[in-house]
């Protein structure tokens, strides 16, 4: 019996390039230092606004209409890159983020709508409360992150970091690539 591959989507801000070159900077500075299983590819930086797993091409064409819908509902806003931080145990995370600040209260409205369009398909709203952030890298391997000093590693050029949202996109994920997330549709805010 012959199987087929599993598709697996989510839904995401994506970053312009401006930020992307800055955060992969950062990140190459960091590699030196600080010993990450894999580092994110650069061109897969985003900010997660909902995780849709396997999904049919039934359920995709589904998700795109209500995702065409809903992005006309919604105006662009500003956003811009804060802070690092982490999951997980704080000597050995799982993940290494960048967070944001700016329009949060839009940001989560946004989050918001989505997971509430979502719902009906059988996508429930996560336990967890959102907390939106760019991964940079997964899996420490040692037992000695400084997880004190994160603050101290800031670039002093992030807060010249800002950018507009003014799109969603669905997003592919393919496990056995470099870089993993291929755009399958962009929805552009309030259009």
């Known amino acids: ?4 591959p599993v598709h697996r989507f989510f839904i995401a801000i994506p970053l312009p390039d401006v930020q992307k070159e800055m955060l992969a900077g950062f990140c190459e500075f ?14 897969d930086y985003h900010l997660t606004v909902r995780f849709l797993g396997a999904c049919s091409l039934h359920q995709v064409q589904v998700v795109q209409q209500i995702l065409k819908k809903l992005s006309f509902r919604l105006q662009p806003f500003r956003l811009s890159l804060e802070g690092i931080g982490q999951f997980g145990v704080p000597t050995r995370p799982r993940i290494l983020w960048a967070g944001v600040k700016g329009d949060l209260e839009e ?8 997971t509430q369009a979502l719902e009906p398909l059988g996508y429930p709203r996560e336990k967890r409360p959102y907390h939106p952030h760019i991964t940079l890298a997964k ?15 800031l670039p002093p050029y992030l807060d010249r970091s800002s950018w507009t949202v003014e799109e969603l996109v669905l997003y592919e994920t393919h496990m056995d690539r470099s870089p993993m997330y291929q755009p399958r549709a962009v929805f552009r805010l309030g259009e």
Do not use: N
């Open 1 to 4: 019996m012959e199987s087929h």
């Open 107 to 114: 940001l989560h409205r946004l989050y918001s709508d989505v």
């Open 139 to 153: 899996k420490y391997q040692l037992h000695d992150f400084p997880h004190q000093t994160l603050d101290d590693q």
């Open 30 to 43: 960091l590699g030196e230092q600080w010993s990450f299983k894999k580092w994110v590819h650069p061109a």
